[in-house]
């Protein structure tokens, strides 16, 4: 008897306990959207580590202003999925701040559900311009837009590259490939027009299939252009059969740019071992020059790439670094600030925020626009201070070579070895 | 003149190994006239098996096969006892559901076991055989003429074993060749196995030359239903000469006209043949299996 009543008290006290902490501290809830299974779920749950290490990183310090931070998970593999995960989030959960979501088409489908349902929606990396090109109210895209990696990768070529290969820009061959969806095609347009204002023409300028299965008619195609410098917009697979298609067919340029995705991903490694040194990736910096950053973001982001490598066995990829990045801006910048939680306050504090460049754990800083882009009135909740660059593959891993200041190394391998001597 | 040429032989290899995946789906379908919409998940997971048996063995993946392709036999008829068979006798669309829900499941159990990364072997020959300026990649050479052997092989054993009668004489007439003795059931049984058997060669000369991934069965499953479409449904010699039709039609028209359109093309071929040709172009009129009914 003495023991049922000993066990009792027991079962109650545990009960008060936690339904008092509960009221104490009700998680926030936050709705983060990615490909989880699919063609993209590789790069999608790379995404979903970093947070989830973002999420445990911030639980242990307490949460936010002692509230800990839940994820529910919304399986966004295709944009039609995209949005009816994000309205099941909403509607039934009740969620009220929304992300992700790792690519563009997914985070264009995940925004206009957000923006319908009246929720919050902080894009981490989806990077098309029209994300923030609709005048929608709630969503802000903390990574860059898609022309801000062409910007980056040109300027590459005409700072640096063109240096490097001694000769004047306009004598140098450059040559355009990108993939045909979103993003590939949002990248090269933005490569092709900025060019342009730079007096460059294009030597070879085509979009091609993300699912080619055979990449020799577009490898023969650049052997008759003979470029100098190659920009290349792909994804995972279709780079390394690209790569491997110009290595069977002896193609070589002097310069090769890749642009994020398929570029920056340790697939390419993992798949063409080390014949993807010397290769060159406009993309989120993987890792930045640590000068750059606040002190405090500095420890942050040791802390960071130690567990991530303890977690994944490898090094963060540019875009899993930046949708910590995003996150940690979130959990540290944003959701302090806040009482009610609700869209328009976070909105209000979102458009606010003034976190110059090394804020961010990839060297970029937070500032949000309505009104920036000229040809763009509408282009509302841009990031102007997302920083892109340029690393290159080496050896050892990756160093982030442009710009100077962001750079953790010089570039090397300029002109890149033939084939025949890789 | 050598662009031309490379970009031919380049289509007709590639066409080949096309081909080799597209006649386990071919058979299948000429004999129990369904559509396997999990073929390209079959792909995957013989490509998983390739892949694995060389981490574990280092055995390359044309030595991996003699396992591989017993095991996905196996494989084949355990999903055709559990998935398909079941389905046989209710309306076609049962059976369609069916081989989807498959195919999506299998995706996704690949997708929790293996991860979403990219998996490769490393080079088997170094560099490619060159002719003057024609370059050929060795694994897609072999390809080529394993397809070829396979082919012959396969068109042999339809035609002068017993086994290839009694699949002759069903797919002639399923009720007289059972009253003719014949077990229809443990035939059908046979081919979806065989088919998947074949689809387990087709990985292991496919894993040299493509990384594998939970959906990169997504990437090569419509070439494979264009190719079974073009050649004569049913048609084993029809899919070799429809993969490589679709091999050469999309390396030339990617570079002549647009790498974009190289899909757009075949595709338009495929409107066409489905629209004046429904048997395929090797086709016969209302006999969807030529190879196996003359």
């Known amino acids: ?422 | 003149m050598s662009t031309f040429i490379q970009l031919v032989l380049s289509g007709v290899l590639i066409g080949s190994v096309y081909a080799l995946m597209s006649i386990g789906l071919t058979l299948i379908f000429g004999v129990l006239r369904i559509v396997n919409f999990a073929h390209g998940e079959f792909l995957m997971i013989a490509m998983y098996g390739a892949w694995a048996i060389s981490q574990l063995f280092g055995l390359n993946p044309y030595v991996a096969a003699i396992a591989i392709v017993p095991a996905m036999f196996l494989f084949g008829a355990i999903v055709y006892r559990l998935v398909v068979s079941p389905a046989l006798d209710k309306p076609h669309l049962v059976v369609v559901f069916a081989t989807m829900a498959l195919s999506i499941f299998l995706q996704n159990a690949a997708l929790m076991a293996m991860t979403a990364d990219l998996r490769d072997i490393p080079p088997i020959f170094g560099r490619s055989l060159t002719i003057g300026p024609i370059y050929l990649k060795v694994e897609l050479l072999l390809g080529f003429l394993i397809t070829i052997l396979c082919t012959v092989a396969l068109q042999w054993m339809i035609k002068k074993t017993y086994l290839g009668k009694a699949i002759r004489a069903t797919v002639q007439d399923g009720e007289a060749a059972m009253l003719m003795g014949i077990p229809v059931p443990r035939i059908f049984l046979i081919t979806f196995a065989g088919g998947s058997a074949l689809v387990g060669l087709a990985a292991c000369v496919m894993l040299p030359l493509f990384s594998v991934f939970p959906s990169v069965g997504l990437n090569f499953v419509l070439i494979a239903f264009v190719i079974v479409v073009l050649g004569g449904m049913g048609s084993i010699e029809g899919a070799l000469f429809g993969g490589i039709c679709v091999g050469v039609m999309q390396s030339l028209s990617s570079y002549y006209i647009a790498p974009a359109f190289g899909q757009l093309f075949f595709f338009v071929l495929f409107l066409l043949v489905m629209i004046f040709r429904p048997n395929g172009l090797l086709g016969q009129q209302g006999a969807a299996t030529v190879g196996m009914n003359e």
């Open chain 1, 1 to 422: 008897m003495r023991r049922l009543l000993r066990l009792s008290t027991m079962f109650a006290s545990l009960l008060l306990a936690t339904t008092m902490s509960a009221g104490a501290q009700e998680p926030i809830k936050i709705g983060v959207l990615l490909p989880f299974t699919g063609p993209l779920a590789k790069n999608g749950i790379e995404n979903w580590e970093a947070m989830q290490i973002a999420r445990e990183m911030i639980n242990e310090r307490g949460g936010v202003n002692g509230r800990k931070i839940e994820y529910l998970q919304g399986d966004a593999t295709t944009p039609n999925a995209a949005i009816s995960e994000t309205e099941r989030l909403i509607t039934k959960e009740g969620i009220k701040i929304t992300t992700g979501s790792f690519a563009s088409p997914i985070a264009i489908a995940v925004s206009q559900a957000a923006e319908r349902n009246g929720a919050f929606h902080w894009e981490t990396t989806g990077a098309a311009e029209i994300i923030t090109r609709r005048g929608f109210k709630y969503t802000f895209q903390v990574g860059a837009p898609a022309r801000k990696y062409g910007q980056a990768a040109v300027d590459f070529v005409f700072d640096d590259l063109a240096k490097r290969l001694k000769k004047p820009v306009t004598d140098l061959k450059i040559a355009l490939l990108w993939e045909n969806r979103a993003f590939g095609k949002s990248v090269g347009d933005g490569i092709r027009a900025y060019s342009q204002t730079k007096g460059i023409k294009l030597a070879y300028d085509e979009g091609y299939d993300q699912t080619a299965t055979d990449m020799t008619p577009i490898v023969q195609k650049l052997k008759d252009v003979t470029p100098d410098i190659l920009i290349a917009i792909s994804f995972p697979n279709d780079a390394i059969l690209f790569q491997r298609k110009a290595k069977e067919l002896d193609f070589n340029v002097n310069a090769f740019v890749g642009v994020s995705a398929g570029y920056s991903s340790p697939d390419l490694r993992d798949s063409i071992g080390d014949s993807v040194v010397g290769i060159f990736v406009a993309d989120f910096p993987p890792k930045v020059n640590a000068n750059v950053l606040k002190p405090e973001v500095k420890k942050v982001a040791e802390e960071f790439y130690k567990r991530y490598e303890a977690k994944l066995k490898r090094a963060p990829a540019g875009h899993a670094a930046a949708g910590f990045s995003a996150i940690w801006a979130l959990f540290t910048e944003v959701l302090p600030k806040a009482k009610t939680f609700q869209p328009d306050e976070l909105r209000e504090i979102a458009l606010k925020l003034d976190l110059p460049e090394g804020s961010l754990v990839n060297g970029s800083g937070i500032k949000f626009t309505n009104f920036d882009w000229a040809d763009d009135p509408k282009d509302a909740g841009q990031n102007l201070r997302a920083s892109i660059g340029v690393w290159q593959w080496t050896k050892a891993g990756n160093e982030e070579v442009y710009p100077p200041s962001l750079a953790t190394s010089e570039a090397a391998m300029v002109p890149l070895p033939k084939w025949s001597n890789r």
